[in-house]
């Protein structure tokens, strides 16, 4: 038992007793309070998980380079507001409401119900009133904004990788497609409760669902659009291309932290039970656990392998370690979790050399945080979380080739059409001035126009 | 009906079935639950408005020229000081304090009321103490640190305007004023119960009472300050003066934006009943969509116009989609969310080189993202959420003119005895090396004591 | 009394009028809905504190030079981790299970209680399975994650302090100690329970225990370390050595005034209840009037003393003003934190050029900030606040002792063994290329590889 006496100091007041009624009704938690307390942690989990959007700007941001940097800043926050606008006109619906194994409805547009709106224009909140709405477990639009933030996850991963060569306005493109119509369906299947939650693939908060799907988007667009001009050169020969800004990234990877306990902790999808509770605070301690624990581990690898410790390869593998818990952060033995992600956090160090050496350009290291990671979590639920191994395959390739697949024909579409990547030209001069007319830090450095 | 089932999934547990007790009283939330989640709000809501201040300190920091960024930092961390501790003295008690139509009271200073000291100096919380305390609805003090971070956030309006070429003290002097004086009469109108709010003026969460009220004293301020050396030359032209480290103003919006959830969201200012919950999902859900919409307003308008998306327009776009929901974040309509934001965002494109037309200096977009946006939001309340529209226009032009004429008075008053302005060998040197004696970045760039 | 009608326009629903219940019993918090909301803000609370480490990741960047930012980074992340990872492993159950008056259990990893995973596995959350869960007033994880992230910020106090010429892997290795054995001891004899606590010592949130343990741990380790090569010249000539990036050092403060609400505010340990509710709001007002008045003593004593105001001396206002008040944020006269955090304002303008006549190279200013003023603020507690001046005194000797007495030990082996210095080519090299072959700014100013 813990023992803190903090409390008897601090409040001035007699530490209440923690006594249970002798009517175990009265004890519990009423259905409008658990109501309450389930559409605040939809909110208070969704704002973490929207700072996460922030996050994945600073860690790009701190990782391309000087000539590409405000262009990196526009993406992001554009593609976070391209997919809260889609994910609310069409992504939502698709994904949750009247799912029928594979897909949701069309229907447009995502409002609260009428139930909530009865209550909220009524003079008075009869109980008449009240039981419909709580008997929803949550506010409609709690869980719609709480959605919402993981859909910008996802497509915030695709974002790193393709940067410093990708034009805006066709990524944007993709960026639309992607949150209306390919994460939402494959969502479905899962989440919506479609034919994988029924086969029954597990992934408690998304390390297939959301972290692998940007991560396939990525990898096909990668692939796709092809290196960096430079960056491969003969004979094997892979050219650094080192972030202007390793603070920036730093701060980054400490945001994706601070959210990821709403992207983990929000995904119990419940505070109004003792039981819920206990859940979330295991949740939590799980995360920080698998976070700490890839850094460790690839700092230790880079160290070994490098004689050296490499301050990008560890930031990976805090994201590496997150992502590897996020399939299964439910898991009650804590040590679980330190394997975890201690592994994942050493694939980041194996994978990323990896996909060099098949000029695959990955500019932030996405591919091996965020998709290998999060196969290797999703495996991990069945190895030591008890999960149908046979069903978590099943879920990573169904929905590995089904965003793949869609992805690939997304990207040439856009390639045959619109074109997707800058000139040669614009390229070397860097797409803040081509593409923005801007440049990111006029003042510092070489060849601005300040000096 | 959305349908959810990461829970049976993740917790390990059967999702509790939400039945509403045979009693509706034990099914409702209990006086003193209700107590404690609405004071919970308003210190969650109240810590994510306070984080806003770190967000203006960095949007402004990247927008000013380097030799101007460390007074930027000191400034934006000193209002925020001056104004918490002022309105503690003073301001708090002036605007919900015995409002009598048009101003509280004088008193001073603001601390827990008498039946809280009781409660808390108690041996035991008996019912007797607990009754009159649970009877206020919310903690004192919270709702006084949820009005506190406000006032804060009008006073970081106005020091982006008058960036790069104001004094620190007089600058610091008049946020003394504003935030004791001039925010708190002005704010008692409405928010006090005072004169405006009998009218019928609705203002949910402050686009104009916080948002135009900054602008208007911005607005002043830049008039009577001059704009800087250089910025305009003759004929007509513009002197560009670009920011110096746009990922630091990106970081800045994010930050606002994430922020924002708990002015718009904490303004329902309470959450302990279904009702307020409910409520509240849809204020975040607004919030977001509004900012999302104003976006993409602003890159869009400013490609159609500029052939370019510019980066700092597009940051303002989102300020501006979020001050303009900031009056009516309660419409049930989400999609007239969109209409309302992407309207303030193409509000900011436009009115953007309608200042510098009428040689207003204002150094980071401060007026057309708050002043302009906010008018445009509160009129919208009118126009699409049946709000008044003559309540609207009186409480606008009201506050408008009270704010100028307050702010016009102090500016002239303080450019009459110690002066406002840095001398012209000052201002070319920068207010870094002039009123700190130190750099911001003193290994970085052109001109720096390091090279 | 207060008066606020932004609700009755908000929410289009009569504001629910607060009566208590007939029944008192009906109008009180469940035991289960007090458990949620207990263990809700140990989460909720804890993320913040979690986010200073980011914080200080951030100050400390901005205040050392291009060379070394890299490697301070590095060494913010991977010291979170490794507090994180043996507070798990060790500490906690040192300082918190089965308390002996000095020390606590050996146990290794700390887990959920049985009486927690009985009801997480069961297939129906029955009173039985709740009432022993329930009982213990909160998740036992969430109580571990809230602790967890003190631990990692007495870490972090030290790592700025040592900045720019210790070597990484010692300093991570006494980061292991620290955080497993020494901070858990002594942190032991108060909240877990020991001998200070019962001697009447009071440190609300830790003044002393988490702000001076990390001063001391940094101040023994200053002092064996040596300063800089070339900070102190003959004749007392003290070198400047300015921080590179001040709107980093800037971001920082702000992060950690942040999370400061959850540092002091989540320390009440409870929300259950309407007392604690109110205590927790009176915590974040005087957590914001302490940090606000330090900023504004150091400004005014620096403009005082040295004709102009320093930023830096500011930015440790803040923390001074915070970590002042952290011994007793629940005085119930704001005015007094007020005069609290105004005296640890000056007194960090005082130390500072003290410790450089000591010729101890404190790097970001660390000791003047958390020691000096930990010292002041859990005096403070006795003048101000009715504690026993000799418990405090008592308090703050055995732990400086203890913590200082260690530290020079573990620091003097690791001297002595690995070396704790990098050679002076190295540091004049700069750590960052040295010890991590990378560049934090690889395109920016002077003597880099890009340029």
Redesign the interface.
């Known amino acids: 038992?813990?023992?803190?006496?903090?409390?008897a100091?601090?409040?001035?007041?007699?530490?209440?007793i923690?006594?249970?009624?002798a009517d175990?009704?009265?004890?519990?938690?009423?259905?409008?309070?658990?109501?309450?307390?389930n559409?605040?942690?939809?909110?208070?989990h969704?704002?973490?998980v929207?700072?996460m959007?922030?996050g994945f700007?600073?860690l790009e941001?701190?990782l391309v380079?000087?000539k590409n940097?405000?262009t990196i800043?526009?993406k992001?926050?554009?593609l976070?507001?391209?997919a809260?606008?889609l994910y609310?006109a069409i992504g939502?619906s698709l994904m949750?409401?009247?799912?029928d194994q594979v897909i949701g409805s069309f229907s447009l547009?995502?409002?609260?119900s009428d139930a909530?709106?009865a209550?909220?224009?009524?003079?008075?909140?009869t109980?008449e009133l009240?039981?419909p709405?709580?008997?929803?477990?949550y506010?409609?639009?709690?869980?719609?904004?709480f959605q919402?933030v993981f859909v910008a996850t996802a497509a915030s991963i695709v974002s790193g990788t393709l940067a410093e060569r990708i034009k805006?306005w066709p990524f944007l493109i993709f960026v639309v497609v992607l949150t209306a119509v390919i994460y939402p369906i494959q969502g479905a299947w899962t989440?919506?409760?479609g034919w994988l939650?029924q086969l029954g693939f597990?992934?408690?908060?998304g390390s297939t669902i959301v972290h692998s799907v940007g991560g396939w988007a990525a990898l096909t667009g990668a692939i796709i659009l092809g290196a960096r001009r430079g960056k491969y050169g003969p004979g094997g020969r892979v050219n650094p291309m080192?972030?202007?800004?390793?603070?920036?990234a730093?701060?980054g990877?400490?945001?994706l932290?601070?959210g990821w306990?709403g992207f983990n902790?929000g995904?119990?999808?419940?505070?109004?039970?003792?039981?819920?509770?206990?859940?979330?605070?295991?949740v939590?301690?799980n995360t920080?656990?698998g976070?700490?624990?890839g850094?460790?581990a690839a700092?230790a690898l880079s160290q070994a392998i490098?004689k050296?410790?490499?301050?990008?390869m560890?930031?990976n593998g805090?994201i590496a370690g997150l992502v590897s818990i996020t399939a299964g952060p439910?898991l009650?033995?804590?040590?679980l979790a330190?394997v975890i992600g201690g592994v994942g956090g050493c694939l980041v160090v194996v994978a990323v050399p990896l996909l060099d050496k098949l000029k695959i350009d990955d500019v932030v290291g996405a591919i091996p945080a965020h998709l290998v990671a999060g196969i290797w979590g999703t495996l991990a639920v069945a190895i030591f979380g008890g999960g149908d191994l046979v069903a978590q395959i099943t879920g990573i390739v169904a929905i590995g080739a089904f965003v793949s697949l869609a992805s690939a024909v997304l990207w040439l579409a856009l390639k045959a059409t619109m074109g997707i990547r800058v000139s040669a030209e614009h390229e070397d001069l860097g797409l803040d001035m081509a593409?923005?007319?801007?440049?990111?830090?006029?003042?510092?450095?070489?060849g601005?126009r300040?000096?």
Chains 1, 2, 3 share one sequence.
């Open positions: 038992m813990s023992f803190s006496n903090k409390i100091i601090g409040a001035g007041v007699a530490a209440p923690l006594v249970l009624a175990p009704a009265a004890a519990a938690v009423s259905a409008e309070t658990r109501y309450v307390l559409t605040f942690s939809f909110l208070v969704g704002f973490l929207m700072w959007a922030a700007a600073m941001s701190g380079r000087t940097t405000a800043c526009l992001n926050i554009a976070y507001s391209v809260g606008l609310y939502y949750y409401v009247d799912v547009l995502y409002n609260p909530e709106l209550l909220l224009n009524a003079e008075e909140a109980d009240v039981a709405v709580v008997e929803n477990g506010a409609v639009m709690s869980d719609w904004f919402m805006v989440w919506g409760g939650s597990s992934d408690f908060a080192p972030g202007a800004n390793l603070p920036l730093t701060l990877t400490f945001i932290w601070f306990f902790g995904s119990q999808l419940a505070l109004g039970s003792a039981a819920d509770a206990t859940a979330m605070a295991i939590y301690v920080n656990l976070a700490a624990a850094v460790v700092m490098y050296k410790i490499d301050l990008t560890t930031l805090a439910d009650q033995n804590h040590l330190i593409e923005l007319g801007m440049e990111a830090y006029p003042e510092f450095g070489r601005s300040a000096i």
